[in-house]
């Protein structure tokens, strides 16, 4: 027979962004905890709200499976004298497993023939482990941040109040921290907070539905979706989407309703970035936009969720239009505030902001990205955009940190470069500088838009690069999951910048100008260049293993040539693709042979004709003066999978060559030639990848 299991953890008011990883990890303790018990289930499902988390096993078996252990005794050749009588070494043995000595069976073992015997372990009744299991299951759940209340030595994310726990219809009794587990739960705060008794998992659900509590997340944030939906309707608007608000509001209610409220359409002067950020960042609301997404347009209409299905006498309504009414104040005061200033005259009130300790001020910092972005536009980015406005990169790097000093960017933070933009625009900059401003911050995070211009791009690569090169370069260098300054970000950044742009980059070139920049010296900066290059090829290889290359491949073109990214990508994807022919295994072999045999020194001069005496040795140099100025050219263009197909086109003379000849002849100025036309071979490939790399068999 099968039965349920329930266990319902109440405590004080989880933080919202707590819930979701513990409704996922109560479903995982709970299923590894079952599964080293020996207990078989047919599902596990967990719940949760910010008062409560809850796991429900179905199917659960009545009792642990047998377990079945095999004990190995002493060598039979002891067990039993010449007279196949048992020693005490077989009587001992069986005295041991609790059984006659005539129940002992023998087995081969690589100890020769020993004694043994099957120890059956009898499960126990899943109602006994129950309360362990319960006690297991909540000593086991982890949170960013714990606490300790009373005069207890226990530690959870929020005081623990209740435990509802159910073996079937039967209490599982077990005690934490003072709190004894019943069958007793409460309904909503609010609306119904008396106790309630549970008979069932489905008897939960309903009776606490009925109490106020959507229990299911799921459920929850779907009834929450239509609500707003609603609301805006009403408004004659849609809301604007917002996943993350809509997830975290999930979990802050446990029965979700929504007002709509309004505010002043004068704060719609604002700039939209100043509205969301007043709505939706400090006060959890959904704005709601004019019925048009291709507009976006906001109208002056905001939807406010609260914990409960109905605001009857509208104060609700009224508390949060004069909550937001404060903050569209403030916001707006800061917004003339700083409109009464220049922005461009900010620039050298930047001496007053610091950096970051030892890399000076913010000041220096922009003196720096402005040097930076003039040597990228004019000599390191080999194939800059011929529209390119040198000027308009140089002015809007001369500003990018500006709004750094205005009060709307200390009071919202992630207003940066948005507010550059704002304020340049309205006071007569152009769309370009204005823009750029904006774009050098992008990405911002993972997924998040690359700046539309080259003249953003190019301040983006410029502010990252310096950011890295100089904590590099003072030893604050990311290590294990630590990265406090986001460095892991900027390079990622900065790849995704130059691959976008398809910009030719060399990145060495790129690292050393940055950290010419700072004034170090040859020995330091020689150090730091290499862990920088490092530390790029790591995120590199990263994200080339994300979108599905083989390691071995990203590998050996890593080793050969790193500094210019886009050409590295291009010759990963021309193995990549080579790597389905049904011949590039024993053409990697041969190539990989080839240079095993060169001396690791190498060797020089030309190949010598005269020297040729094998037919299958001239056959490969004939073939490879043929193919060397095609697959150069091809080379030399960057059309690496041409390149690669062309070499590929001596594979049978370079198999015949191996076949028939021997390299390592003890003429010694044969074998000298013989090596110089594998080096020509090799110097073909070895432009695109270290073969030595590639592993075999894949």
């Known amino acids: 027979m099968v039965a349920e299991f329930f266990l319902e953890i109440g405590s004080e008011d989880l933080p919202a962004r707590f819930v979701p990883k513990a ?61 196949g009588n048992p020693t005490k ?13 005539e129940r002992l069976e023998k087995t081969k073992t690589n100890r020769g023939e020993v004694l043994f015997f099957k120890k059956v372990h009898k499960g126990r009744n899943t109602k006994d482990i129950l309360p362990e299991i319960a006690r297991k299951t909540v000593n086991s759940l982890s949170f960013v941040k714990t606490m300790r209340w009373s005069d207890l030595d226990y530690r959870f994310a929020r005081p623990l109040r209740w435990f509802c726990s159910l073996y079937d219809s039967s209490v599982v009794s077990f005690e934490i921290a003072g709190i004894e587990s019943s069958n ?3 309904g909503h705060r609010f609306i119904s907070p008396n106790e309630i008794e549970i008979e069932s998992s489905d008897d939960y659900f309903s009776k606490l539905e009925k109490a106020g509590v959507i229990v299911d997340h799921i459920r929850r944030k779907d009834k929450l979706r239509e609500i707003i939906t609603q609301r805006a309707e009403e408004a004659g608007g849609i809301v604007v989407e917002n996943e993350e608000l809509l997830e975290t509001l999930t979990f802050m209610v446990e029965m979700p309703g929504a007002v709509r409220g309004t505010f002043s359409e004068e704060f719609l002067l604002l700039p939209k970035e100043v509205l969301l950020a007043a709505i939706e960042k400090q006060q959890f609301y959904f704005p709601i936009q004019a019925n048009s997404k291709e507009d976006g347009k906001l109208t002056n ?9 109905k605001d009857i006498a509208g104060n609700i309504k009224k508390g949060n239009e004069r909550v937001l009414k404060a903050r569209l104040e403030d916001a707006k005061f800061f917004f003339e505030e700083d409109m009464k200033i220049p922005f461009r005259d900010r620039t050298e009130d930047l001496k007053g902001i610091l950096f970051m300790e030892n890399l000076g001020s913010m000041y220096e910092k922009v003196e720096r990205i ?39 960017v200390q009071e919202f933070p992630e207003l940066q470069g948005i507010m550059g933009r704002e304020y340049l625009l309205r006071q007569g900059s152009s769309p370009l500088i204005s823009n750029a401003v904006y774009e050098h911050y992008l990405p911002r995070f993972a997924n998040d838009s690359i700046p539309a211009s080259a003249e953003g791009a190019v301040i983006g690569l410029a502010d990252r690069m310096d950011s890295i090169v100089g904590c590099f370069a003072k030893g604050l260098i990311p290590s294990g999951s630590e990265d406090p300054f986001g460095l892991r970000r900027a390079a990622i950044g900065i790849i995704n910048i130059i691959e976008n742009f398809q910009f030719s980059i ?5 690292c050393e100008t940055s950290l010419s920049l700072y004034g170090i010296n040859d020995n330091i900066a020689k150090d730091t260049i290499n862990k920088i290059l490092e530390f790029f090829k790591t995120r590199y290889e990263g994200i080339l293993d994300s979108r599905g290359y083989r390691m071995d491949l990203v590998n050996s073109v890593v080793s050969a040539r790193f500094s210019d990214l886009n050409d590295a990508t291009r010759r990963v994807d021309s193995l990549h693709k080579l790597t389905s ?21 190498g060797i020089e001069g030309e190949v010598d004709i005269t020297l040729i005496k094998e037919d299958a040795e001239k056959e490969l140099f004939d073939a490879v003066t043929i193919i060397e100025k095609e697959c150069r050219k091809h080379l030399d263009d960057g059309n690496y999978y041409e390149a690669l197909r062309k070499i590929c086109e001596i594979r049978s003379s ?11 002849t003890d003429d010694e100025k044969v074998r000298d030639n013989r090596l110089k036309l594998l080096k020509r071979i090799v110097r073909l490939f070895s432009d695109i990848a270290d073969f030595r790399q590639v592993s075999s068999g894949k």
């Open 89 to 101: 070494a077989a009587i001992g043995f069986a005295k041991k497993m609790g059984v006659q000595v």
């Open 184 to 186: 007793k739960t409460y």
């Open 23 to 83: 409704i996922s990890d109560i479903q995982e303790i709970v299923a590894n905890i079952l599964k080293e018990e020996k207990l078989s289930f047919s599902g596990i499902h967990s719940y949760g709200t910010y008062r409560r988390l809850v796991a429900i096993v179905k199917g659960l078996s009545e009792k642990q499976e047998d377990r079945e252990e095999s004990v190995y005794g002493p060598p039979v050749s002891i067990a039993y004298d010449d007279n």
């Open 370 to 408: 402005c040097s930076l972005s003039k040597e990228l536009a004019e000599r390191i980015i080999k194939d800059i955009p011929k529209d390119f406005d040198t000027y308009a990169c140089l002015e809007a790097a001369r500003l990018c940190k500006n709004d750094l000093l205005t009060e709307m």
């Open 654 to 664: 370079v198999d015949r060559f191996f076949d028939e000849v021997l390299v390592m």
């Open 581 to 601: 022919e049904p011949w590039f295994e024993s053409l990697s072999i041969a190539f990989k042979r080839a240079m095993k045999i060169l001396p690791e020194n």
């Open 301 to 309: 209409s905001f939807i406010a969720v609260f914990d409960r299905d």
């Open 506 to 510: 060399d990145l060495q070139d790129f």
